[in-house]
């Protein structure tokens, strides 16, 4: 088999006489989607070929419609394009755009796909190879001697390479019992639970027997390694995600397939250019699951990524600084240096929503999971932050879709850089390096519990927002509930957040455990309010309970009869309780009219705020009322308010007009003092 290194087609892509070829040419290049998407890395790939040799050439996305991209090829063929470089939609469009390409002598080459026909050159990666790769070093490496095979049950042509490649390694060893070989099919539509249930099943009967697993993708291969088999089987499979280099870091898969996707658009380039000027290619004829489907293919070598080679991945530059933060599993030195060119924020967290996998990482969504998840998130914050203010991109809520109306950019939006998914373990090893890196605030962990209307996003952003702007470098944490996101569904988020009671408990008892944490602040807004209480109301009923330094309640939405009675319960959770109240909190007065003008916790009627016995009430109203604003997040977006609360966290001083002078005490009607800032 023929394998074209990458070298070559560099050298290919700087002859002198390239650049010849090029200024006579002109290359037609088909999306099958938008390239911006999942094929963004061929796409950055092909566009620095094209670029590097002043070509020129004429792209179209086809929108997913086999029956455009063939009208738009027809149209490609009618501008007189020298070469077709195709990201076929299917098989039709594929089929249709060959004939039609080969009646008027113009080549085709396939990027990233397998093309069954004589006239396609398909550039692709060696997937026969990869698998063999794959065996080779997991029979190498593998202390044991049994080997479960896990494929695919609807596999596309690279997955069958993939799968042919194992076998021609492991196969002949099992014939000659070097080895047990095993070999199950999986079905790759499973959702996640479903996924991790069946691949259990296949593990469970052979707990003892089985040494080495090599999963089809890196989905089935995330699902093993978190499973109770992590650690007992090794891990190999072909994803060249950033994940699986992530695992590969941690020891937690052993062998990983890289797949330079950049690399794949620039060959396409430098063949077509070739084929163009009439020349011919030294293609490879491949078999597809049947003697004849053959494919002619150009296949560059895949890299096998292993803990002996894995540094040189990440220092070949192909990473951007998120995808080297995750694959350091966000250890705090190296992703802070990473990132220290957009200010970055870590937030751990905890969260009972269910998780999204995806390519580029983890997503949380609004329905709940009903477990606690552990993850360390770094948020960038832009340079040009204005305080209390969460800067992002522009855009209009529909009821069905959200327009966005600018490009998300780190240097003048929050963003999110990287997620990563923690255990225990991890989450303590990572909180502790945090806590002796702190100064400011050294050996003291905030714990943030958001309100209602807030997507995990949205979360993490407030987050960052409110830690950077309070200037806080001890440990951040955040716990996010469920919420559904949305004005609407308040009735349900009001559930959603009391049935995270226990999640959170779990949570905050994780917090508490961590060594060196000298001093834990809880702030709880709105919603999240009600929630934390009886979260905190079931930890203290065991014998074992230490309290809290600080609570803080901010703008809470909780009815105001049922904070009063459980006030006496309140104080004992912690050395100090502060509540922040306004009357300007248009939020709580819609939270009142959907509850029988029954008064909230957190406002301040004309009577005056909720005041309690061992609760420090401050009355917000007069830095809370904007006109045209909701003024229900002022504990983060005043700078009064936030000022009070970075000095409150710093010093623990009280009563609350020592530490911030401005405050004024005010005498209730029954003589109950509490404190206002000035207007």
């Given at each position: 088999m023929n394998i074209h290194r990458i070298?070559?087609?560099?050298?290919?892509?700087?002859?002198?006489?390239?650049?010849?070829?090029?200024?006579?040419?002109?290359?037609?290049?088909?999306?099958?989607?938008?390239?911006?998407?999942?094929k963004y890395e061929e796409h950055a790939g092909l566009r620095t070929a094209l670029q590097a040799i002043e070509a020129t050439w004429i792209e179209i996305d086809a929108n997913g419609s086999s029956s455009k991209q063939i009208e738009d090829a027809i149209g490609l063929f009618d501008q007189s394009v020298t070469a077709l470089i195709l990201d076929p939609v299917d098989t039709i469009a594929a089929s249709r755009i060959s004939k039609e390409a080969r009646l008027r002598g113009v080549p085709v080459i396939a990027l990233g796909a397998l093309v069954e026909d004589p006239w396609v050159v398909s550039v692709d990666f060696d997937y026969r190879a990869a698998g063999r790769a794959i065996a080779n070093n997991m029979m190498t490496e593998t202390p044991g001697q049994s080997f479960l095979v896990l494929h695919e049950e609807q596999k596309n042509p690279e997955d069958n390479l993939f799968l042919q490649g194992q076998l021609d390694v492991l196969k002949p060893a099992a014939s000659v019992?070097?080895?047990?070989?095993?070999?199950?099919?999986?079905?790759?539509?499973?959702?996640?639970?479903?996924?991790?249930?069946?691949?259990?099943?296949?593990?469970?009967?052979?707990?003892?027997?089985?040494?080495?697993?090599?999963?089809?993708?890196?989905?089935?291969?995330?699902?093993?390694?978190?499973?109770?088999?992590?650690?007992?089987?090794?891990?190999?499979?072909?994803?060249?995600?950033?994940?699986?280099?992530?695992?590969?870091?941690?020891?937690?898969?052993?062998?990983g397939i890289w797949l330079d996707r950049r690399e794949l658009g620039k060959a396409a380039v430098a063949i077509a250019m070739k084929m163009a000027m009439g020349e011919s290619i030294n293609t490879t004829t491949i078999t597809i699951e049947k003697p004849d489907h053959l494919v002619q293919a150009f296949l560059l070598e895949p890299l096998l990524v292993t803990d002996k080679n894995l540094q040189m991945k990440i220092d070949a530059g192909s990473l951007s600084p998120p995808e080297k933060c995750r694959v350091a599993s966000n250890d705090m030195d190296i992703c802070e240096g990473l990132f220290a060119q957009y200010r970055a924020v870590p937030v751990l967290f905890g969260t009972d929503r269910q998780q999204n996998a995806t390519l580029s990482g983890v997503e949380y969504n609004d329905?709940?999971?009903?477990?606690?998840?552990?993850?360390?998130?770094?948020?960038?914050?832009?340079?040009?932050?204005?305080?209390?203010?969460?800067?992002?991109?522009?855009?209009?809520?529909?009821?069905?879709?959200?327009i966005t109306f600018e490009k998300e950019d780190p240097k003048a939006h929050f963003t999110i850089a990287s997620i990563n998914t923690l255990s225990p373990s991890e989450f303590h090893a990572y909180a502790t390096?945090?806590?002796?890196?702190?100064?400011?605030?050294?050996?003291?962990?905030?714990?943030f519990v958001h309100g209602f209307n807030v997507k995990f996003e949205d979360a993490l952003y407030s987050t960052a927002q409110l830690v950077w702007d309070m200037q806080f470098d001890g440990l951040v944490a955040l716990y996010s509930w469920p919420s559904k996101g949305t004005v609407k569904d308040y009735f349900y988020d009001v559930d959603s957040a009391r049935q995270s009671r226990d999640k959170m408990s779990a949570f905050l008892d994780l917090i508490k455990s961590v060594p060196d944490i000298q001093k834990i602040t809880l702030v709880a807004h709105s919603m999240g309010s009600a929630a934390l209480i009886e979260a905190l109301a079931d930890q203290a009923s065991r014998t074992d309970f230490t309290p809290y330094d600080d609570i803080i309640f901010a703008a809470p939405d909780v009815d105001a009869d049922d904070f009063a009675s459980l006030a006496s319960r309140i104080i004992t959770f912690a050395d100090g309780v502060t509540l922040y109240a306004s009357s300007s909190d248009r939020a709580l007065r819609a939270s009142k009219s959907l509850r029988s003008h029954m008064p909230r916790a957190g406002d301040s009627p004309s009577s005056g705020p909720l005041i309690l016995k061992g609760i420090?009430?401050?009355?917000?109203?007069?830095?809370?009322?904007?006109?045209?604003?909701?003024?229900?997040?002022?504990?983060?977006?005043?700078?009064?308010?936030?000022?009070?609360?970075?000095?409150?966290?710093?010093?623990?001083?009280?009563?609350?007009?020592?530490?911030?002078?401005?405050?004024?005490?005010v005498s209730s009607a029954t003589g109950a003092i509490y404190w206002q800032f000035p207007k």
């Open positions: 070298a070559l087609i560099v050298a290919i892509l700087v002859l002198p006489l390239q650049l010849t070829l090029a200024h006579a040419s002109t290359i037609g290049v088909l999306w099958a989607d938008d390239p911006a998407g999942s019992g070097r080895i047990s070989l095993y070999q199950e099919t999986i079905n790759p539509i499973w959702p996640q639970e479903i996924a991790k249930r069946n691949l259990e099943q296949y593990l469970f009967p052979r707990d003892d027997q089985i040494d080495a697993v090599i999963a089809p993708s890196g989905e089935a291969a995330k699902i093993i390694a978190d499973s109770e088999f992590g650690e007992k089987v090794t891990i190999g499979a072909p994803a060249s995600d950033v994940e699986t280099l992530g695992r590969i870091n941690s020891g937690r898969q052993m062998a329905q709940r999971s009903g477990k606690l998840q552990l993850g360390l998130a770094w948020v960038t914050v832009p340079e040009d932050h204005r305080f209390g203010v969460v800067e992002r991109p522009a855009s209009i809520e529909l009821p069905l879709v959200t390096q945090r806590l002796s890196a702190a100064d400011r605030n050294e050996g003291h962990a905030l714990v420090d009430t401050i009355d917000a109203t007069a830095v809370s009322n904007y006109v045209f604003g909701i003024n229900h997040s002022y504990f983060a977006n005043d700078r009064s308010v936030v000022d009070d609360i970075a000095a409150l966290m710093l010093s623990g001083i009280r009563p609350p007009d020592r530490r911030t002078p401005t405050l004024r005490a």
